[in-house]
């Protein structure tokens, strides 16, 4: 009942900065939680960084201090700032969207990031 759409990804070089967004469209008052995932080829899809409607926020270890999310309820929009990217934060992210009544998951397609010179 929710559609996420992701933007923003893209090339960038090593110690650059990327900021994603997610839009959502549908339930959106349903929403109690919204992140970011992002899975390398041959890898697990692991979790970056979570927002929840009660005003907490999660992040890897391996984003923390270099990763920010936020959310524009008015847009219904959450973003995922990147800065001093590294190789390694080369994957696909993809935005995810956890409603409740009823309970149910909700992926976007993803978006492509990668961190090169």
């Known amino acids: 009942q929710v559609q996420l759409v992701e933007s923003g990804g893209g090339l960038v070089q090593p110690g650059g900065s990327l900021r994603l967004s997610c839009s959502a469209t549908?339930?959106?008052?349903?929403?109690?939680?919204m992140g970011w995932y992002r899975q390398a080829p041959g890898q697990q899809r692991e979790l970056v960084a979570t927002?929840?409607?009660?005003?907490?926020?999660n992040y890897a270890s391996s984003v923390k201090g270099r990763a920010t999310i936020s959310r524009d309820n008015a847009k219904n929009t959450v973003y995922l700032q990147m800065n001093s990217l590294k190789p390694e934060d080369t994957a696909e992210y993809y935005c995810?969207?956890?409603?409740?009544?009823?309970?149910?998951?909700?992926w976007g397609q993803g978006t492509q990031v990668t961190v090169s010179s």
């Open positions: 927002f929840t409607v009660l005003g907490g926020t």
């Open positions: 995810n969207a956890r409603l409740i009544l009823p309970t149910v998951e909700y």
């Open positions: 549908g339930s959106t008052n349903r929403i109690y939680s």
